[in-house]
């Protein structure tokens, strides 16, 4: 029974943990959400207690679920929400703040700041990322700013500076170890990713002491072990990543061109490069996809923050569906003749414009746009900017110009609408995984991997299983001019457009 792997996925709005047994099947499975804290507007923080607790909470539940104890557990894999910032005491291991969250958007001015001192350049050539408040760096300027007595101790070397999955590596450890694996550290601004080291410049810049950041290690590598207590037995940990580039992992995209698609309550699109760092000129991340045994693989990202949210937003604030799955259905019902568009743009725009204050539109309404035609705007809206990334994407690199296959997952693919939708935008085919959760199989393999209980990468690509795929079959056409409506609809929401 010894070779199950424990996959913790810890996620912006649950924790979910799942166990995968030696023939890497699922066997056991927990999820529990946890509050979202809004303080002021704009603002989104997590309590990294609860955190913690829910990590553990799903962890023993989904031992006991599939009815093992540590000792049948080969390793455990941790992939997290990326960027969200957690400083806690290194001898107390008390956090000394709420998390704040990727999300979270007060240090938009702060920004604008760096952005006036032409600091751009300097942060995007070596860390791959753009100046914006979505990236860890700022948001932990603001904390050694605004919390009494954070910068001394930082200074001192007394407080340690984590992103989730430090957090709960940390915790899991009781606090021996403070590291980080390589894709989360890219996620920070601070992280210098052709170096594969913390950059003194940038932390300067920033203001951020040195002497608080984790220890950077692979993605599959010894992140130490669980303190027995946890769950009855020691088990090491063997493998972090931050859950986009899990995910990419998990839908065995180990191959440059090869390209994912996340749809949960945002969406990214991460492209594996290879061991070529692409340098975007179309406003996509250059970011690390993972690291094994040294080799840094890149991948280009584009992030959309709006994406199953638009689905939530149908069912919360309209009320126009009951469940999230009955958005598909509604959206099928929509009259073709209604031309009705949504730009979700509800916490502003990410790639390709990273228009911050831009806010939601709707653009198209007749008398006779009603719940069908609201519900096919909000899917559709996915499918658009989908088709946006993947275009930025072939403008900044060939590699991405071949017969692409997007391989997706995220609660939001259940759609079959949807999914059919975005084929038919995309022009290209959409490829469904047997297993939707491939941020947990992702993280499972980095550990399972390295445990020596799973295949390696080639071998696990083999085992991948599609369940099924989208062809696409809208009149090219009919594609043009929705494409041409989208654009429209974007441009008038662009801030650029309202300040002109
Ligand atoms: N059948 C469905 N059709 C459309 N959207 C769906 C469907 N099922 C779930 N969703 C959307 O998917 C999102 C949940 O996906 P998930 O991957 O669990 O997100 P996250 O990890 O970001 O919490 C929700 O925003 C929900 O509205
Ligand atoms: O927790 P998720 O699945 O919404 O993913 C969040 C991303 O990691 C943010 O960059």
């Given at each position: 029974m010894?070779?199950?792997?424990?996959?913790?996925?810890q996620?912006?709005t649950?924790?979910r943990a799942?166990?995968?047994d030696?023939?890497?099947?699922?066997?056991?499975?927990s999820?529990q959400?946890?509050?979202?804290?809004?303080?002021a507007s704009?603002w989104?923080?997590?309590?990294?207690?609860?955190?913690?607790d829910?990590v553990?909470?799903?962890?023993?539940?989904?031992?006991?679920?599939?009815?093992?104890?540590a000792?049948?557990?080969?390793a455990v894999?941790?992939?997290?929400?990326?960027?969200t910032?957690?400083?806690?005491?290194r001898?107390?291991?008390?956090?000394?703040?709420?998390?704040?969250?990727?999300?979270?958007r007060?240090?938009?001015?702060?920004?604008?700041?760096?952005l006036q001192?032409d600091?751009e350049?300097?942060?995007?050539k070596?860390?791959?990322l753009?100046?914006d408040?979505?990236?860890?760096?700022?948001k932990?300027?603001?904390?050694?700013?605004?919390v009494?007595g954070?910068r001394?101790?930082?200074?001192a070397?007394?407080v340690c500076?984590?992103?989730?999955?430090?957090?709960?590596?940390?915790?899991?450890?009781?606090?021996?170890?403070?590291?980080?694996?390589a894709?989360n550290a890219s996620r920070?601004?601070?992280?210098?990713?052709d170096?594969?080291?913390?950059?003194?410049e940038?932390?300067?810049?920033?203001?951020?002491?040195?002497a608080?950041?984790?220890?950077v290690?692979?993605?599959?590598?010894?992140f130490?072990?669980t303190?027995?207590?946890?769950?009855?037995?020691?088990?090491?940990?063997?493998?972090?990543a931050?859950?986009q580039?899990?995910?990419?992992?998990?839908?065995?995209?180990?191959?440059?061109?090869?390209?994912?698609?996340?749809?949960?309550t945002?969406?990214?699109?991460?492209?594996?490069?290879?061991?070529?760092?692409?340098?975007s000129?179309?406003?996509l991340l250059?970011t690390?996809?993972?690291?094994l045994?040294?080799?840094t693989?890149?991948?280009?990202?584009?992030?959309?923050f709006i994406a199953g949210?638009?689905v939530?937003?149908?069912?919360?604030?309209?009320?126009i569906?009951?469940?999230?799955?009955?958005?598909?259905?509604?959206?099928?019902?929509?009259?073709?003749?209604?031309?009705v568009?949504?730009?979700?743009?509800?916490?502003g725009?990410?790639a390709?414009?990273?228009?911050?204050?831009a806010?939601?539109?709707?653009?198209?309404?007749t008398?006779n746009?009603g719940p069908a035609e609201f519900s096919?705007a909000?899917?559709e809206?996915?499918?658009f900017?989908t088709?946006?990334?993947?275009?930025?994407?072939?403008?900044?690199?060939?590699?991405?110009?071949g017969?692409?296959?997007l391989?997706?997952?995220g609660?939001m693919?259940a759609?079959?609408?949807?999914?059919?939708?975005?084929a038919?935008?995309?022009?290209a085919?959409?490829?469904r995984?047997?297993?939707?959760e491939?941020?947990a199989?992702?993280a499972?393999?980095?550990?399972g991997?390295?445990?020596?209980?799973?295949p390696d990468?080639e071998?696990f690509?083999?085992?991948?299983v599609?369940d099924?795929r989208f062809?696409?079959?809208?009149?090219e056409?009919?594609r043009?001019?929705?494409?041409?409506?989208?654009?429209?609809?974007?441009?008038?929401?662009?801030?650029?457009h309202?300040?002109?």
């Amino acid at each position: 029974m010894s070779g199950h792997i424990l996959a913790i996925d810890q996620g912006t709005t649950s924790s979910r943990a799942m166990v995968f047994d030696g023939a890497m099947k699922v066997s056991g499975v927990s999820q529990q959400e946890f509050k979202q804290h809004f303080p002021a507007s704009g603002w989104v923080e997590h309590d990294a207690d609860e955190i913690w607790d829910t990590v553990v909470a799903t962890s023993r539940k989904a031992l006991e679920a599939a009815g093992i104890t540590a000792a049948d557990v080969a390793a455990v894999g941790i992939a997290n929400q990326r960027e969200t910032v957690v400083v806690w005491d290194r001898e107390t291991g008390r956090p000394l703040h709420r998390a704040i969250v990727w999300q979270d958007r007060r240090t938009s001015e702060f920004c604008q700041g760096l952005l006036q001192r032409d600091l751009e350049p300097t942060f995007a050539k070596k860390t791959g990322l753009l100046i914006d408040p979505y990236f860890s760096g700022t948001k932990l300027s603001w904390l050694l700013e605004n919390v009494d007595g954070l910068r001394a101790k930082a200074e001192a070397g007394t407080v340690c500076f984590g992103t989730v999955d430090s957090w709960v590596i940390y915790n899991l450890t009781g606090g021996k170890v403070h590291a980080t694996d390589a894709t989360n550290a890219s996620r920070t601004l601070l992280y210098n990713i052709d170096d594969n080291a913390w950059d003194e410049e940038l932390c300067g810049i920033l203001d951020v002491p040195m002497a608080m950041l984790p220890e950077v290690k692979n993605s599959a590598d010894d992140f130490g072990e669980t303190v027995p207590e946890l769950f009855g037995g020691a088990i090491p940990i063997f493998g972090v990543a931050g859950d986009q580039q899990a995910a990419t992992i998990g839908n065995a995209c180990f191959q440059p061109g090869m390209l994912k698609s996340t749809y949960g309550t945002g969406c990214f699109a991460v492209l594996n490069t290879g061991s070529e760092r692409v340098a975007s000129k179309n406003r996509l991340l250059t970011t690390i996809g993972y690291r094994l045994d040294g080799q840094t693989t890149y991948a280009l990202e584009g992030s959309i923050f709006i994406a199953g949210a638009a689905v939530q937003w149908l069912r919360d604030s309209l009320g126009i569906i009951a469940e999230a799955a009955a958005s598909g259905p509604l959206a099928e019902q929509a009259s073709p003749k209604e031309a009705v568009y949504l730009v979700p743009a509800f916490t502003g725009l990410g790639a390709p414009h990273w228009d911050a204050d831009a806010r939601g539109a709707m653009f198209g309404l007749t008398r006779n746009s009603g719940p069908a035609e609201f519900s096919r705007a909000a899917l559709e809206s996915v499918a658009f900017q989908t088709l946006d990334l993947l275009e930025a994407m072939k403008r900044d690199w060939q590699g991405a110009s071949g017969d692409t296959v997007l391989r997706v997952d995220g609660g939001m693919v259940a759609s079959d609408w949807t999914m059919q939708r975005l084929a038919d935008i995309l022009a290209a085919p959409v490829d469904r995984p047997s297993i939707l959760e491939t941020t947990a199989v992702g993280a499972a393999w980095l550990a399972g991997f390295r445990a020596g209980v799973w295949p390696d990468a080639e071998g696990f690509a083999k085992a991948w299983v599609r369940d099924r795929r989208f062809e696409p079959q809208m009149d090219e056409d009919e594609r043009q001019v929705r494409i041409a409506g989208w654009r429209d609809a974007v441009s008038r929401t662009l801030t650029k457009h309202r300040h002109a």
